[in-house]
């Protein structure tokens, strides 16, 4: 059971929006900066979004993120058939002294 | 070329050990704090080991602790994981990957190796 809980799955056709949620506690998202990772079949994750809502060059402005208290959401707007991946998203725990993930969330674009 | 490329991986029986390499190249290696995080076949990340840019600072996941042990050589370039006591449940990629903050982390993962494959 992950630290951090996401939705398993959400879709949307293509050209929408889709919100995946974070969930955590005051040990982990309450008091440290959330990152998104996207996660392709068959390969390495892919920084998406770090210090909750900054996107590393070449990520597109389709991606944003936000933080309010211990909760975290990414927004996909545009929706392509290329985005179809697994999304994850992860912080630091101070609690544990490392870093935590959630279970990741399967996007389907219809 | 920034980069991260795990090896060591293979099939190895249960209660065997096997040790992983993740050689850095492109920049400062040793400025940065470095994480091991795994994925079973069909399953999420997990974070199972952490280490400070100077090795001084070290976490391990509950499943790691006691068995797993991580190091670093700055000189080389290069991270390690050395596994003991192996379980099937281990069975998993392994990626090595950079801490965006530089020194002691608790930044996002910035860079990512090909992963490496564990079998028990």
């Known amino acids: 059971q992950s630290v951090l809980t996401q939705p398993p799955s959400v879709s949307a056709a293509p050209g929408q929006k889709v919100t995946i949620s974070c969930s955590g506690s005051?040990?982990?998202?309450?008091?440290?900066?959330v990152s998104w990772y996207r996660q392709l079949p068959g390969t390495a994750p892919k920084l998406l979004i770090y210090?909750?809502?900054k996107r590393p060059s070449g990520i597109p402005d389709r991606f944003s993120g936000s933080k309010s208290g211990t909760s975290a959401t990414l927004d996909i707007t545009g929706l392509q058939t290329g985005d179809e991946a697994d999304y994850y998203c992860?912080?630091?725990?101070?609690?544990?002294?490392?870093?935590?993930f959630g279970g990741g969330t399967k996007l389907t674009v219809l | 070329q920034v980069r991260l490329m795990e090896s060591g991986g293979g099939v190895v029986q249960s209660g065997r050990s096997l040790r992983l390499s993740c050689a850095a190249s492109?920049?400062?290696?040793?400025?940065?704090?470095m994480h091991w995080v795994r994925q079973a076949p069909g399953k999420g990340l997990e974070c199972v080991a952490f280490l400070s840019y100077d090795g001084t600072q070290k976490y391990y996941a509950d499943s790691a602790q006691g068995r797993f042990t991580i190091s670093r050589d700055n000189s080389k370039n290069r991270l390690y994981l050395e596994m003991n006591s192996l379980r099937p449940e281990d069975t998993a990629v392994y990626y090595c990957?950079?801490?965006?903050?530089?020194?002691?982390?608790?930044?996002?993962?910035?860079?990512w190796g090909q992963g490496t494959m564990v079998t028990v």
């Open positions: 990957a950079r801490d965006r903050n530089t020194g002691y982390g608790g930044g996002a993962f910035d860079l």
């Open positions: 492109g920049f400062t290696f040793r400025s940065y704090a």
């Open positions: 992860g912080t630091w725990d101070s609690s544990l002294r490392g870093g935590v």
């Open positions: 210090d909750n809502n």
């Open positions: 005051s040990a982990n998202i309450g008091i440290n900066s």
